[in-house]
């Protein structure tokens, strides 16, 4: 077990705060490598917080300028490994004393946009996570990732670096003040694993971002991380036994194995442009997502889009899509299953002002009004920002 109290290494550009600067904010996020749904979030509080200080325990520098990025953010000692960022999964054991090392003693009010390590920072003042859901690997993930192992030494190795990191989880996830879940399945998880209440606040998309087309394509369309849990191989199986076209955008890990099960009527774009993407969407026939999500932005950037969403049942889909009305359901995640689902889809039409009017639910403007609320009911007294 770590001590509670131990010498750190100095921050990259950590500022000195004292408690005579008052009402001062700080915005944390766990790493800034890429942008994706959690970093959208973290650059939606910056909009709602902009005279926060950013902090990550580690970043990408590419990713220093513009619309990823149109702050400073400051980093933790992480960022002294030469290239860490590159391989920051390999990084797992060292998150948990990064993020206790970063020290926002003096800040009124801190905001951790965590799916893994940064709700341990030390902070005196009100602690609101915004929780895009416990570390998967340490909790619900825990044994799917130890099996994935080649050997059992590797295995044995692995499990106890994730005992390690969920003993500190456990620990770190008391001290915040108040919890905010994504959606009810986080929620679920944050009662489950940290023995901590939360509120729900979705996230939001850049609904004005995304137009419908006047004209729609045959392809059926994946948008994801192209990881295990995500279940793309359950699409790719599906549209090679309908020999129905299949565009997966997105890339990692998982992407070798994945080509070599395609057929030939799947394509793999790899990462695509912001405007490439909106255009992809809006052509669909429908977006399919086979993985359980946290939430899922992906099914309503589709529906704003003006393009139905056919998901895998649980998780973040049962609040995002309207079965049968704004896209369907897959009861389990079996191929037969998504067969069904395609076959059902084939025979439905779906209205184009429903699908728009269910993605405005989740908007920027309703996100920041939740999120001012959450503030407030810590009883904080904010001048600014609210």
């Known amino acids: 077990m770590m001590p509670e109290e131990h010498e750190c290494p100095p921050a990259e550009f950590l ?12 915005l944390v996020h766990d790493y800034w490598v890429t942008v994706r749904g959690g970093e959208r979030i973290f650059l939606g509080l910056a909009r709602l917080f902009p005279q926060a200080d950013c902090f990550a325990l580690i970043r990408d520098p590419a990713l220093g300028s513009g619309s990823q990025q149109p702050f400073a953010i400051r980093t933790t000692a992480l960022q002294w490994i030469p290239n860490g ?13 990064a993020a206790r090392c970063l020290d926002l003693r003096g800040y009124d009010l801190v905001i951790s946009s965590s799916s893994g390590f ?23 993930e825990f044994d799917a990732t130890i099996r994935r192992q080649r050997t059992p030494l590797g295995r044995a190795a692995l499990s106890g670096v994730l005992r390690y990191v969920r003993h500190m989880d456990f620990a770190a996830a008391q001290r915040v003040s108040q919890y905010v879940a994504n959606s009810r399945t986080v929620q679920q998880r944050i009662a489950s694993n940290y023995d901590r209440q939360s509120v729900i606040v979705h996230p939001f998309v850049d609904t004005a971002r995304f137009r419908p087309s006047d004209v ?11 990881l295990p849990y995500k ?10 036994r309908l ?11 998982e992407r070798p ?8 009527s799947v394509s793999f774009l790899g990462r695509v442009s912001e405007g490439d993407l909106t255009a992809l969407y809006a052509r669909s026939a429908a977006l399919l997502q086979c993985g359980e999500e946290d939430f899922g932005m992906a099914t309503l950037e589709a529906q704003a889009s003006g393009r139905p969403a056919i998901a895998f049942k649980t998780g973040g889909a049962a609040e995002t899509v309207l079965h049968e009305r704004t896209g369907l359901h897959i009861p389990e995640q079996t191929v037969e299953c998504v067969l069904e689902a ?13 699908l728009l009017a269910h993605a405005e639910r989740f908007n920027e403007a309703h996100f920041r009004s939740a999120m001012r609320q959450v503030v407030r009911d810590t009883g904080l007294d904010l001048k600014v920002g609210l």
């Not at 729609?216 to 192209?226: N, R």
């Not at 194995?257 to 030939?264: F, K």
């Open 216 to 226: 729609v394509d045959d392809y059926f369309l994946v948008v994801s991380q192209l």
């Open 118 to 140: 940064c709700h341990g920072i030390r902070a005196n003042g009100v602690h609101v996570c915004y929780c895009h859901s416990p570390l998967r690997y340490a909790w619900n």
């Open 257 to 264: 194995a994945l080509e070599r099960m395609a057929g030939p």
């Open 342 to 354: 395609l076959a059902q889809f084939n025979s439905m039409k779906f209205d184009t002002p429903d």
């Open 85 to 97: 960022y590159r391989h920051f999964r390999a990084l797992l054991p060292l998150y948990p004393l």
């Open 15 to 26: 500022p000195e705060v004292t408690m005579a600067d008052r009402e001062r904010i700080a």
């Open 243 to 253: 020999r129905r076209r299949l565009l997966v955008v997105g890339d990692g890990p």
């Open 231 to 240: 279940r793309v191989d359950l699409a790719i199986q599906a549209c090679n």
